[in-house]
């Protein structure tokens, strides 16, 4: 489990004479870049922390992915340099400007300012049978935004969750607000792992899950 | 556009017609469309031959979706409540460093000059005064800084004024303005504020209280932002409970009728009133001899 498979296109990289994730892309946010490689930072980044953490996240590169909670494009933008057609959807307006920024130069990142609570103002764009979503949304429901997602996802897909445990409820302890968001996952999902990333960000639950 | 079945590029459209004309519509039922259902999108728009490989389409769809939003980030920014709410925070923004900067140049000048104010009026009374020496005109130059602000913030306070009416004329009535953006503010939004249930309309604003309530430490919060309203501040301790949930319960339903409708609604403003002229009369009933009609006939423009 020391050295988990990374997707292609993901590699640990020396910058600064620290190994740290890397993917190969235009810079997006200031991270530190070296070679053409730019560090990903996985205390920014949920994803990132997931891998840096070994979670099986089925990803190998090139695969479609459905992004939902682009917000301004940090860990999307690593996305697209390793994986295919990357769909990235956010609501808010603000870090959807700065998402556009790093979607010019990325000629497979398609941003979309839809709201992922409601996939039918968007499935006429996304395409069915995306390998992979990843879900980062910061509002209450995180469950029910990953169920209603589901139909977009191929068979052998993988869901690729954050939840946040205060965007659910501030006052409730972490753990029960996790089980009951499993619970509701469980309707549409087989729960395959889930890590705590409170080593890269307090109160995060990460989830890896496959379609029923 | 009723076609829920179709892809954003498959349209009336994209059979014939300029080039531009294709990607226009496209681009609009990208932003607008839906669909029930996903489908193999890159396959179908290849097969209608909208575009003529993948590659082709991919290459489309990039540009499409970078305009469109590009467009939609635009439209959703430039939204008056939007505006609304950038004014509001500027508002605060302003007071606050007027007031920061009246009280550096205060306390300087009151080194320099003999008999020196306090605040921004303070300030405004240095900035009027002719420096003579390296230090005055510094003390006298930073002074006219917080009165500008200070103008600055009585300016913004006009220009809600003018925008609140027309984005929430209901709850702008009934709210005054200032109070009416502040709502807007805290919901992140008209739309967000007309679905929030009352109870939560009543406590915006306090939320570090309602948190503490919510683990036990305290007891539950009667108001948040809505204590400035007249209403609420003006009401016998004993009775502010009561306001602010009637207050709370009303201003929920201006900002829906505001959100929903758009249109003015006499009989909730009638409503308030009326509900109020009971509270308060709760005073009077009390022992308290105070003469009557003074409750009933509260203008309700708070401040």
């Known amino acids: ?212 | 556009m009723t076609d829920t079945d179709a892809g954003w590029f498959s349209g009336p459209t994209a059979d014939r017609g300029a080039e531009s004309d294709v990607a226009d519509a496209a681009r609009s039922r990208l932003a607008n469309g839906e669909a029930d259902r996903p489908r193999d999108w890159s396959t179908l728009a290849v097969e209608s031959g909208f575009a003529e490989s993948t590659d082709d389409y991919y290459d489309r769809l990039h540009e499409a979706s970078l305009a469109a939003t590009r467009e939609a980030v635009r439209e959703r920014e430039r939204a008056d409540d939007a505006q609304l709410i950038h004014a509001v925070r500027a508002i605060d923004d302003t007071e606050r460093t007027a007031n920061e900067l009246a009280e550096r140049a205060v306390e300087w000048a009151g080194t320099l000059f003999d008999d020196v104010g306090s605040g921004v009026e303070g300030a405004r009374e240095i900035a009027a005064r002719e420096p003579e020496s390296d230090a005055e005109r510094r003390a006298v130059s930073l002074a006219a800084r917080a009165a500008d602000l200070d103008d600055e913030r009585a300016e913004l306070a006009e220009t809600i004024g003018r925008i609140a009416p027309a984005v929430a004329p209901n709850l702008a009535e009934m709210a005054g303005p200032e109070l009416a953006a502040r709502l807007i503010a805290l919901a992140g939004g008209l739309e967000s504020l007309a679905k929030k249930p009352s109870g939560t309309v009543q406590v915006l604003g306090a939320e570090d209280a309602l948190f503490a309530h919510l683990s036990g430490r305290a007891p539950s919060p009667k108001h948040g932002i809505i204590y400035t309203h007249e209403y609420v501040r003006g009401t016998r301790p004993e009775d502010r409970g009561s306001a602010a949930r009637a207050l709370a319960g009303k201003l929920s339903l201006a900002a829906r009728a505001d959100h929903y409708a758009g249109e003015r609604r006499d009989q909730l403003h009638e409503d308030l009133q009326a509900r109020m002229a009971t509270i308060r009369a709760r005073a009077d009933d009390g022992g308290d001899p105070a003469p009557d009609g003074e409750a009933a006939s509260d203008g309700g423009d708070g401040r």
């Open chain 1, 1 to 212: 489990m020391s050295e988990p498979s990374l997707p292609d296109g993901v590699e640990r990289r020396e910058f600064d004479g620290e190994r740290r994730l890397a993917t190969r892309g235009e810079p997006v946010y200031g991270e530190p870049t070296a070679d053409g490689w730019r560090a990903w930072d996985p205390e920014r980044s949920k994803l990132g922390g997931m891998l840096e953490l070994g979670l099986e996240t089925g990803l190998a590169g090139g695969e479609m992915v459905l992004y939902l909670g682009a917000a301004s494009g940090t860990t999307v933008s690593h996305v697209a340099d390793f994986a295919g057609p990357t769909y990235a959807v956010e609501f808010a307006p603000r870090p959807a400007r700065d998402l556009l920024d790093a979607a010019a130069p990325r000629d497979r990142l398609f941003p979309l300012l839809k709201d992922a609570r409601k996939p039918e103002t968007y499935a006429h764009v996304v395409e069915s049978d995306v390998d992979a979503i990843v879900q980062d949304v910061a509002t209450r429901g995180q469950a029910e935004v990953a169920v209603r997602n589901a139909q977009f996802l191929a068979a052998d897909g993988r869901l690729l969750l954050a939840i946040k445990a205060r965007s659910e409820d501030v006052t409730a302890e972490p753990d029960a607000v996790f089980e009951g968001a499993l619970d509701r996952l469980r309707e549409a999902y087989e729960v395959l792992e889930t890590r705590r990333l409170d080593r890269f960000h307090e109160d995060h639950l990460g989830v890896v899950a496959t379609p029923k």
